[in-house]
């Protein structure tokens, strides 16, 4: 049994809040996607639909989960050569292409609830209508 020292806790500890962080952001992009997939149903029913709530949903979804894979891979990694004595820091660079990833989807997935929204202002201004008056 080798000698345990505070480094290799500190890391351990680094390595455990890092997997945590990037599973916490897998849940809250899944959260997102189930707000998308209710506002889809929900707008089915009041007449006022997006095109693109279902397809957002979509891809949160799909984000989420890969988020959630490349941080468990991530993890189980980092561990295993903290135990083998090897170096792990910046050493994952799927976890970097997957990270950009879900940033441009995030990025179009915002960008389109936008535009979107301001065209709905354009065809349903809020504010005083001719029917109050």
Not at 17 to 22: D, I, P, T
Not at 69 to 76: E, I, N, Q
Not at 110 to 125: F, G, K, L, R
Request: overall charge negative.
């Amino acid at each position: 049994m080798s000698e345990l020292k505070a480094s290799d806790c500190r890391d351990g500890c680094a390595i455990e809040r890092n997997f945590l962080s990037q599973f916490r952001l897998g849940l809250l992009l899944g959260l997102l996607s189930l707000s998308f997939g209710l506002h889809t149903r929900l707008a089915q029913k009041s007449g006022h639909e997006h095109d693109y709530d279902l397809a957002s949903a979509v891809m949160l979804v799909v984000a989420a989960i890969l988020l959630m894979l490349v941080s468990v891979r991530t993890f189980l990694n980092n561990t295993h050569r903290l135990v083998s004595g090897r170096g792990f820091m910046g050493l994952d660079r799927t976890f970097n292409a997957v990270y950009l990833f879900i940033c441009t989807i995030i990025f179009v997935v915002v960008v389109i609830s936008i535009v979107d929204d301001a065209e709905d202002q354009v065809e349903h201004p809020k504010g005083i209508s001719l029917q109050s008056l």
